[in-house]
């Protein structure tokens, strides 16, 4: 645990105070910045741009293709995971029955569930987790929930905490904000936050699980690149330099660097690893092993396709409004929106790697 706090205390206090140095130092109040509950609404950012549309989805398309490239050319040589039969699991089924009724009432607006309307969310991710849960069960005879229970549980208060600081964040940016709770006080707000927050490491972490259960995903990817960085401690520090650099470039040009939101943090917590002897999720890449980073990639685009799905008709939802890219929604989210979700489903990973000290991996 005092590992753990070793990195999680820098990480808080870089993640909450360098946005505010930038703010300072162009001149603005903090005061708007740190009201809870905190004021997201739609502004008018940057206009959309056609060569940063270009070049962004050229730069994804460089990133994933060599991935997409081996797994193709190495898919004849994988090897279906033989497991005995195992049944779908009845929690399995609850969490399907869980999911059916909660979207229908997400969706809906009855009057006998008005008061309940806004919290549906959190009964729809609820549902997922034990339904992605009982797949990887039924495939593999494994899965997260029954295998790793205590790690499992600490995941929800853990992943509450996680998304608390993106919220944060984008009171810098304002790249999202919520419709249909502008109602709430402080208390009622922390709790329908919360809730819902508390489910997206559990739902990404168990989705990776039920990918590694398609050798054909991964193919390939065992042995493919390996990297190795002789001074690693020395390159460590550089980048927690840069990333608290880009947290302070939040606060002063939001509109330019808003794409730091999501790739910042997770260099904090590999750069604090690093400098404390720590593991980090990079350490299989040493050996050419990317199948773990590969999995987190698809498991947050498969998570994130349900989340704007579930988001969409919502009464309590969200919507974007992103600089430079935003257009060809899907759902609420534009297009290359969606990239966001690769590092994420690397943050994902490496905040939960945090977790390792208390909760080894062989339990």
Same mark, same amino acid.
Request: include cysteine; glycine fraction near 6%; proline fraction near 7%.
């Given at each position: ?81 033989? $497991? ?8 399995? /089924? =609850? %969490?399907?029955?869980? @999911? +059916?009724? #909660? ?11 008005? $008061? ?8 729809? /991710? =609820? %549902?997922?987790?034990? @339904? +992605?849960? #009982? ?22 208060? =853990? ?205």
């Amino acid at each position: 645990m005092t590992k753990a706090l070793a990195i999680l205390v820098p990480l808080g206090l870089m993640l909450v105070g360098l946005p505010l140095v930038g703010i300072v130092v162009i001149g603005k109040p903090l005061a708007p910045y740190l009201r809870f509950p905190p004021t997201t609404v739609s502004i008018d950012h940057l206009p959309f741009s056609w060569w940063a549309f270009c070049l962004l989805a050229v730069l994804v398309i460089t990133a994933l293709l060599p991935f997409v490239y081996r797994i193709i050319r190495k898919a004849k040589q994988a090897t279906e995971i033989v $497991t005995a039969p195992t049944p779908f699991p009845w929690w399995g /089924w =609850l %969490g399907v029955a869980i @999911v +059916i009724v #909660a979207w229908v009432l997400a969706w809906n607006r009855f009057s006998w569930f008005t $008061t309940w309307q806004a919290f549906t969310f959190s009964p729809l /991710w =609820l %549902g997922y987790i034990l @339904v +992605i849960n #009982a797949l990887t069960h039924t495939r593999t005879g494994h899965c997260l929930l029954r295998d790793r229970p205590g790690y499992f549980v600490s995941l929800f208060p =853990l992943s509450a905490g996680f998304w608390w600081f993106f919220e944060y964040l984008n009171r810098f940016v304002q790249s999202w904000y919520y419709v249909g709770i502008s109602d709430f006080g402080p208390w009622e707000y922390f709790l329908y936050a919360t809730l819902p927050f508390a489910t997206v490491l559990p739902a990404v972490l168990s989705t990776c699980d039920w990918l590694a259960s398609f050798p054909r995903l991964n193919q390939g990817l065992a042995d493919a690149w390996p990297i190795r960085i002789i001074d690693a401690r020395w390159l460590a520090w550089t980048m927690l330099l840069i990333a608290g650099a880009g947290l302070t470039a939040i606060g002063v040009w939001p509109e330019h660097v808003f794409s730091l939101l999501w790739i910042a943090p997770l260099v904090i917590i590999t750069a604090l690893q690093v400098i404390y002897g720590r593991e980090t999720i990079f350490a299989p890449v040493t050996t050419g092993d990317w199948r773990r980073l590969w999995q987190a990639v698809l498991a947050a685009l498969v998570c994130g396709f349900f989340w704007e799905l579930w988001n969409y008709q919502s009464l309590g939802h969200w919507e974007y409004s992103i600089p430079f890219v935003h257009r060809f929604e899907i759902f609420h989210m534009p297009l290359l929106g969606y990239a966001g979700y690769l590092p994420f489903g690397w943050e994902c990973l490496a905040a939960a790697s945090l977790l390792h000290t208390v909760w080894p991996q062989q339990e």
